[in-house]
């Protein structure tokens, strides 16, 4: 065969093949959102529709109380955009919207839901809640037969810091009793979006490929992972925690998918991502330039629109579609569940405009519900300027109801972990008027992409139970993450992410019983407990203003009042006891006045001659209250 007969003989035998795709019959793998329900604020509902031979569809019939078009199809014939409107008065039940091509017809399932009754769902949360962060892999293990599932076999090795290691939703349900003596109110797991189902040979750490254990790298944003469980084991979870009293927080990631979306190779508008696998931005993290009045877009668009990592592709909020598909997402997860919050990853590096229309989407369905964002930064007046409630210098409001407290993290690590100085705590609480609103921001000494408090060089059980005591008496609604309550160890990620002693079958020991618990963690964790259930039955602790009686290096007074009442908190880091004599009118404390230590371990606090005297012990808290 000579080579100037191949193009002709290529051509020839792609003509078959090309004609049959013409011809064939549509062919649909998946819609989404799959079920929607009627007297939403949103109606028509948008479905994406994956499948192939798409071109040219046409809808035939959408079932009783439907109506469905019209229908928008990519060049490649791989996605459709399907209006689908719902009659106010449509019966549940599973429906069939038909389409049709020229070469032959098919069928999408949708389901029309009756929606979940409100009361006691969609709560939204507050600083009367005390928040509990557990990464459902490393937290109990509650069903064994979904540890290596058939489509995802290979990826469990509990010896291996990045593969699974079989905790799921079940057993969450286990041990939601657990978190409920505990004084937990509401709790938030890392992500429970289906990921990759081998291994993630795209981010790779010493050569070694990881796995998406834990749950940042989506592959579905409408199932469950299967080895955390299913949609029907995530709606027992949510409406058993709410018949204990306990709220539940979804993680959502607005902006990346998994490196492994099938969107990545196909995508189902040409701007579904920024740029593409092959040609893309990294992010470069300049998230100062977001708030800088005097940037220019191009010096924020690496940040905004770069591939995180420069592995996790970045999903452009600025196609309409995109837009649309991740609001609906984020509402199909709250109807089907009747979760309460939402904790949105990766906050800064989605345009604020897009936050702007999602947060204004939720609260029109939603208006109790509740949004913490992620700005991993140190920097207090770069926190606060993505806190919605105000227009900033970009005409943005972002909606955004609070954020996590990284600035007051990085002073409590100092401070106690490390034996810094109190008074830079104190310094932070005073930048406060950059808030719009300081009392919800979500407030924590650890979670998942730090290092553990007592994995700190210097960090003691004694330093660990200061912080708590802060923690739980400061503003802010109190994050713990799962273990620091019996003070477990873990450097960085994936050391962090232990797994919860006794949460896993064979474990030797159970922490969490009682009598499973090492000395030192029962010590630690009868803090943590008494100092929630003191904060539940203490409004002042919750909601009250703070009063600073007495700031120094190793030395911090302060009070919570409210309507009248005090509570007043001692803490110390330091060597040696102090006798500290204050002024007790900014409390209003009269002469006689004895106040309690509710910690257990302190003398009294009392008031003579208009001054408040209390003794704190080296190293020691109180929480003083009549
Ligand atoms: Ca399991
Ligand atoms: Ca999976
Ligand atoms: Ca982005």
Redesign the pocket.
Known sequence: MNRAAWPTLALLLLLPSASAAATAPPIVLKAEPPSWWPRHSIDPVRLLVRGRNLAGAEVTRAGAGLRAGPVKVNPAGTYAFLDVTIDPQAAPGPRTIGIRTASGAADVPFQILAPLPRRGRFQGFSPDDAIYLLMPDRFA???????DPVVSKGLLDRTRGRFYH???L??VIDRLPYLKDLGVTAIWLNPWYDNVDHENERETYDGQAITDYHGYGAVDFYAVEE?LGDLATLREMVDRAHALGIKVIQDQVANHSGPYHPWVTDPPTPTWYYGTLEKHLANTWQTWTLQDPYATPEMQKATLEGWFIDILPDLDQDDPEVARYEIQNTLWWVGVSGLDGIRQDTLPYVHRRFWRDWMAAIKKEYPDLRVVGELFDGDPALVSFFQGGVSRFDGIDSGIDTLFDFPLYFRIREAFAKRGSLRDVAMMLARDHLYRDPAPLVTFLGLHDVPRFMSEPGATVAALKAAFTFLATARGTPLVYYGDEIAMRGGGDPDNRRDFPGGFPGDPRNAFDAAGRTAEEADVHAHVRTLLHLRQATPALRRGRTVNLHVADKVWVYARVLDGGAALVGLSTGDAAVALDLPAAPLGLADGTRLHDRLGSLGDATVDGGRLHLTLPPASSGVFLP
Do not use: A, E, K, V
């Open positions: 293990n509650g069903d064994p037969s979904n540890d079989g905790g799921d079940r057993g080895h």
